[in-house]
C-alpha cells in the first residue's frame, strides 16, 4: 500500500502560481510511476501530468504544456506540480496518483495508477 496526501492547494487570481505537493509513504516511493489529474465540477476527472520513476521522463496533457512543470525527490518521497500561469478553467480538485511500472515509462491513463490520494482544491479566480 502507499499513502499519498497532497498540499499546496488554494484560492490565486489569474496568472499567478501556486505549487502541489504529494508525499508518499508505505512502500518504496522509487517503485512508482507518478501523475496528477485534476477533476471540476460536473467534468471527468482528466490527465494533468506525468512523470517516470527515474524522474527523467515527463508528459503533460496539452491544456498545461509550457505552464505546469511536474518533478519528484525520491529522496523526500515527494511529487510536485508546479503551476504558472493558471488560468480561470485551471480551477479544479488535483489528485495525485501512484502506479507502478518500468522505470522509464510515464502513465497518463487512470487506470493503470493503483493509488490515489484525497485531492487538493485549487481556485483559480478571473
Known amino acids: 500500500q502507499v499513502q499519498l496526501v497532497e498540499s499546496g492547494g488554494g484560492l490565486v487570481q489569474a496568472g499567478g502560481s501556486l505549487r502541489l505537493s504529494c508525499a508518499a509513504s508505505g512502500r518504496t516511493f522509487s517503485f512508482y510511476a507518478m501523475g496528477w489529474f485534476r477533476q471540476a465540477p460536473g467534468k471527468e476527472r482528466e490527465f494533468v501530468a506525468a512523470?517516470?520513476?527515474?524522474?527523467?521522463?515527463?508528459y503533460y496533457a496539452d491544456s498545461v504544456t509550457g505552464r505546469f512543470t511536474i518533478s519528484r525527490d525520491n529522496t523526500k518521497n515527494t511529487v510536485y506540480l508546479q503551476m504558472n500561469s493558471l488560468k480561470p478553467e485551471d480551477t479544479a480538485v488535483y489528485y495525485c496518483?501512484?502506479?507502478?511500472?518500468?522505470?522509464?515509462?510515464?502513465?497518463?491513463?487512470?487506470?493503470?495508477?493503483?493509488?490515489w490520494g484525497q485531492g487538493t482544491q485549487v481556485t483559480v479566480s478571473s
Open positions: 512523470i517516470s520513476r527515474s524522474g527523467i521522463s515527463t
Open positions: 496518483a501512484a502506479g507502478p511500472t518500468s522505470y522509464t515509462r510515464v502513465v497518463v491513463t487512470t487506470n493503470e495508477y493503483d493509488f
